[in-house]
């Protein structure tokens, strides 16, 4: 039955006509990522009135998505009245979806839509890749691959691998860099939320390990063993007593696809390890939570790629490298070239860095940092500014 109306509605799609001044948006999680941030930029500053739909998975939590837009973007109850948020399974997300021109999405949805000539699809995407994805991704499925009219780059090296990636011709491509990033040049706070105050703490560290074994998808990369990479029994609580003698807190912030946000961790006193949901719940976004990290650790996450933009040090646990390029590879054929900080296979490696970096004050990759970013960074600032002009909306 749900093949027989997403084909009827696809049929649809060719014929119904398309409103320009209605534009629809899409991000998993829900109100997250790129298309919020783009989202906020148009509500904020675009003077032309348009009507703005959210067509999210999750419409029970809708007062949380209000209450998001409440807490981070200046609107006038005007502006509110032009927003409405359907759920996306539903027949009138369906309809209001084959009756909008334009369409900002992270991930993809609607499986197997038809795209029509009169609607534009914009892939904002969910981050520059370093691991394989899209149809570089071996083992992947090639039927889930969002259609997109336009694709989002950073640098003219991303756009020949977001053509790739997609299969869109290069002039489909536009370099704008990335709208979150735009998030980071706001102060909002966002430790305080969750009851950390900066001030009380050397350095803060965020670490965001991608996952290994995808809950919604049961898709393992890499090595899983039933608890956060690099780490093993009692490897927690070693690294909270080191931060604790160091006086620094970590952050450790969960892949939304990660299944370990269904398991329990214990609390610690510099340690504290936040789940998929709870951005939303606080009402903020991860990326206006960067400004206020010293460094970051990940792993084959494309976070590092945006975090080079704020030319802070970087650390790469990468423990399962050989596995992980098995199952999943990269884009590029040596990807620790492209990897700007120190690579490590250990807790114990990691006090080290740690320690090196926050006690001697010690960043051996100023020089490599900056040279990887001009490679993956055109642009530094106005990322949703350039791409609404470049799509003269």
Known sequence: MKQLILYIFSLLNYIYPKSKNKIIFISSPDFSDNSFALFKHMIENTKKKKNYTWLVDNIKDKELYLDMIDKNISFTHEALKQIQIIDKKSFSGMWIFISTKYIFFTHGFYTGMSLPKQQVRINLWHGMPLKAIGYLNKHGNDATIPKPSIVLATSELYQDIMGKVFKVAKEKI?????????????????????????????????????????????????????????????DLIKLNSFLASIKSYMVIKLHPMDILNTYSFDNFSNIKILKDNVFLHEGCQLYSLLSEIDILITDFSSIYIDFLLLDRPIIFAIDDFDEYTKTRDFVFQSPKDYMPGSLVDSTQSLIAILNDIIINDNDLYTDKRKKIKKEFHKYENSFSKRLIKNLKL
């Not at 706070?189 to 803060?204: A, C, S, T």
């Not at 965001?208 to 919604?216: A, E, F, L, S």
């Open 174 to 234: 536009l370099i704008t860099g990335q709208p979150r990033c735009d998030l980071f040049w706001e102060t909002q706070d966002i430790l305080k939320r969750f009851g950390i105050e900066k001030n009380k703490y050397q350095k803060v560290i965020l670490w965001t390990p991608t996952y290994r074994y995808d809950k919604n998808y049961k898709i393992k990369d890499g090595i899983f063993n039933d608890t956060l990479p690099l780490l093993k029994e009692d």
